[in-house]
């Protein structure tokens, strides 16, 4: 690289504060760019160590901590950059008239999104290091191929306005017990540097990435159905209500391949995993030969979500709609091929593992009773002493009035206090199973039947019956999963 002298100018202490642990800014900022400003940072961690496999037998030089700036630009020198990967590919991202990007390789060019132009744009600033590892690569005793840079993983080339170029190519790995780094050299400069190694990972990302592709639209808020089906059968949830209902996350259910309670919580958690499904990369229309090619012909997994009309936290009102995605094979341990609305693209592996990792059984509550206490109308016990109902009326022209609880047994009715009712209700809510019934459990006549009649006209029944003299089989809503400790449930005083 032939040197250029500059006019003097103003330090600029911002841009060394918190970089000097960075070996590249723009490779790093262009690197969050690349993974569609995520909102979630913790799925970096997930993504980076399948970017590259580590080298083996590279040399390791002592490395020499010095951290320093190799280049630094005024803001507008910078004015594109170029990216080739070690297969071949290269792209190249230019600004373009409206104050975004265009990126160009093999299949066009095409808009970026604006907040991946803005922080390319905002990128092209500074090139850092993190050690010195070798003063003069060409005086080592081995070959560069050692270290990974012949060809180099990535070649990047930053073009500036009057012409100039400055390019730095990002070689093999090398790991130790203590630290892990990728080698890197700049072109006219004969020393041998270290990259950290996110930086230097994340550079192969191809130009696909970086395209502004049409989302899925996956509201969280509106599901109401989730489909899984791999090779090893289907599952499937739903809720048991609708969407706008306030105890609604409360009343989802397994329905396949069997049907039991699900937990509020870790619905919550399928549900925002479906949410953050991107397509990362359009590969192209779904022709016969790529379905064949990339695994879609005998799909890995099929997902399907089905959201009901409603309106999201934007104001807007959306159509009742379905989402199918098709998962075919791993593309770079990365992505996988996706086939959605007669496309094929590429999805975050990681992303797609969160949803396609999900065990069935996993997703079952543990609380056998499910309706909340402010959502209770009518409780009732049968069992050998007879029948028990509990009957809650609320004030509907005062809500802050406490309700009225009248306790029928036996024929008689009495009153019952409101604070009694609910610590004893509450009780009953925070009551978990003890364990897991054997598979094939077949559950005998019940001893002791619970029923819950809601405000909102769900009923719901929970069923004892012996499974050992500690121990009751329970059933909620037909479906015997776990077991509990004898007497757990309880509307009685000090039991």
């Not at 990362?280 to 695994?295: N, P, V």
Request: hydrophobic share 40%; charged share 25%.
């Amino acid at each position: 690289m032939q040197k250029v002298d500059r006019k003097e100018r103003a330090s600029r202490p911002w841009l060394r504060r918190g970089l000097l642990a960075m070996a590249l800014v723009c490779a790093a900022v262009l690197a969050l760019a690349l993974i569609w400003s995520l909102d979630h940072p913790r799925w970096m961690s997930d993504l980076l160590p399948s970017v590259f496999p580590a080298a083996t037998d590279t040399p390791a030089p002592t490395a020499t901590p010095a951290p320093a700036l190799l280049a630094d630009y005024e803001p507008g020198e910078a004015v594109g950059v170029t990216v080739t990967l070690q297969s071949g590919e290269s792209w190249t991202v230019l600004p373009s008239a409206d104050g975004g990007c265009t990126i160009t390789w093999e299949r066009g060019t095409f808009q970026m999104g604006t907040n991946k132009a803005s922080w390319i744009l905002d990128a092209l600033d500074a090139i850092w290091y993190a050690e010195v590892l070798a003063e003069d690569l060409s005086a080592l005793p081995d070959d560069p191929a050692a270290f990974g840079l012949t060809p180099p993983r990535e070649t990047v080339t930053i073009g500036l306005e009057d012409g100039e170029t400055v390019t730095f190519r990002v070689g093999g790995k090398c790991e130790t017990d203590e630290t892990a780094f990728y080698y890197m050299t700049l072109d006219g400069d004969p020393r041998l540097f270290s990259l950290d190694t996110d930086t230097a990972m994340v550079l192969g990302f191809g130009a696909e990435q970086l395209i502004d592709l049409e989302q899925l639209t996956l509201h969280a808020s509106r599901m109401d159905r989730i489909a899984l089906e791999t090779a090893e059968g289907r599952m499937a949830w739903e809720l048991e209500g609708d969407i706008s209902d306030p105890d609604a996350i409360d009343r989802w259910v397994l329905s396949e391949p069997y049907r039991y309670a699900a937990d509020g919580e870790s619905i919550a958690s399928l549900k925002t995993a479906v949410s953050e499904l991107r397509l990362m990369s359009e590969i192209g229309e779904a022709t016969g030969e790529r379905l064949a090619a990339y695994g879609l012909d005998e799909p890995a997994a099929v997902i399907t979500v089905h959201m009901s009309a409603g309106l999201t936290y934007e104001g807007i009102d959306w159509p009742e709609s379905e989402v199918v995605i098709t998962v075919g094979t791993v593309i770079d341990g990365l992505q996988r091929y996706v086939l959605v609305n007669g496309g094929v693209y590429g999805m975050l592996e990681p992303r797609l593992r969160a949803v396609l990792d999900v065990n069935a059984s996993d997703t079952l509550t543990r609380y056998p009773v499910r309706t909340a206490l402010s959502n209770i109308e009518t409780l009732t016990l049968t069992d050998a002493a007879g029948e028990t109902v509990w009957r809650v009326t609320r004030d509907e022209a005062d809500p802050d009035a406490s309700p009225q609880v009248v306790v029928s047994r036996g024929g008689a009715e009495e009153a019952m206090d409101w604070s009694v009712f609910s610590a004893r209700y509450n009780g009953m809510l925070t009551a978990q199973v003890t364990g897991t019934l054997p598979e094939g459990y077949v559950q005998g006549e019940p001893h002791t039947i619970w029923r819950f009649a809601t405000v909102t006209g769900a009923e719901h029944t929970i069923a004892l019956s012996d499974y050992d003299g500690n121990f009751d089989a329970v059933a909620v809503d037909g479906e015997a999963r776990f077991y509990l400790r004898k007497n757990t449930l309880s509307m009685e005083a000090g039991e």
